[in-house]
T-cell receptor
Framework: KNQVEQSPQSLIILEGKNCTLQ??????????LRWYKQDTGRGPVSLTI?????NTKSNGRYTATLDADTKQSSLHITASQLSDSASYIC?????????????FGTGTRLTIIP | DTEVTQTPKHLVMGMTNKKSLKCEQH?????MYWYKQKAKKPPELMFV???????INESVPSRFSPECPNSSLLNLHLHALQPEDSALYLC?????????????FGPGTRLTVT
């Protein structure tokens, strides 16, 4: 069964600290993996997209890693800010004949406290 | 214009009402999606339109009726909804990115059925 599991479910850290969120997946075949940031009651916003051959991708203070052999990904946030408080969702894509199927993780709820 | 817009932002409707949700994008994307998201859960795919034709219907009840009048516009017509249909409804459009497709999400419509 195609699944995407994220850990931790929730995380609280002090402003300015770093943190790392984890994503393990069993989706096959694999097309790409994305990390999205979703503020409460808002639509997800893409942070990074990674293919099978990419190990690391950065977007400002966000750095995503991918190990396609172990089917694990992480999202590292550096020097956290209050505005980083949100849910972070890992999404794995399968592509078949021009249609893609997204499998969403349940997300990590991150809270930054001053 | 690099965004997906959705109207209204909030909608409260009775179980006998008929209402519509609207989604618009002017990025030239030819695939558009409707998702339903309950609180603290990942988005669930409802419908996919590709080149203005319905390509995927994830066994959604007929009280939800999608429509794609043109390549920039996607509607979701609602009739005789149930309280359990209360959720955040997200629209997305898709572009070809390096490594596969990438979906852009709108801000969502918060629907409450009374």
């Amino acid at each position: 069964k195609n699944q995407v599991e994220q850990s931790p479910q929730s995380l609280i850290i002090l402003e300015g600290k770093n943190c790392t969120l984890q994503c393990n997946y069993t989706v096959s075949p694999f097309s790409n993996l994305r990390w999205y940031k979703q503020d409460t009651g808002r639509g997800p916003v893409s942070l990074t997209i990674m293919t099978f051959s990419e190990n690391t991708k950065s977007n400002g203070r966000y750095t995503a890693t991918l190990d396609a052999d172990t089917k694990q990904s992480s999202l590292h946030i550096t020097a956290s800010q209050l505005s980083d408080s949100a849910s972070y969702i890992c999404v794995v894509t399968q592509t078949n004949f021009g249609n893609e199927k997204l499998t969403f993780g349940t997300g990590t709820r991150l809270t930054i406290i001053p | 214009d690099t965004e997906v817009t959705q109207t209204p932002k909030h909608l409260v409707m009775g179980m006998t009402n008929k209402k519509s949700l609207k989604c618009e994008q002017h990025m030239g994307h030819r695939a558009m999606y409707w998702y339903k998201q309950k609180a603290k859960k990942p988005p669930e795919l409802m419908f996919v339109y590709s080149y203005e034709k319905l390509s995927i219907n994830e066994s959604v009840p007929s009280r939800f009726s999608p429509e794609c009048p043109n390549s920039s516009l996607l509607n979701l017509h609602l009739h005789a909804l149930q309280p359990e249909d209360s959720a955040l409804y997200l629209c997305a459009s898709r572009r070809q990115a390096s490594g596969g497709y990438e979906q852009y999400f709108g801000p969502g419509t918060r629907l409450t059925v009374t």
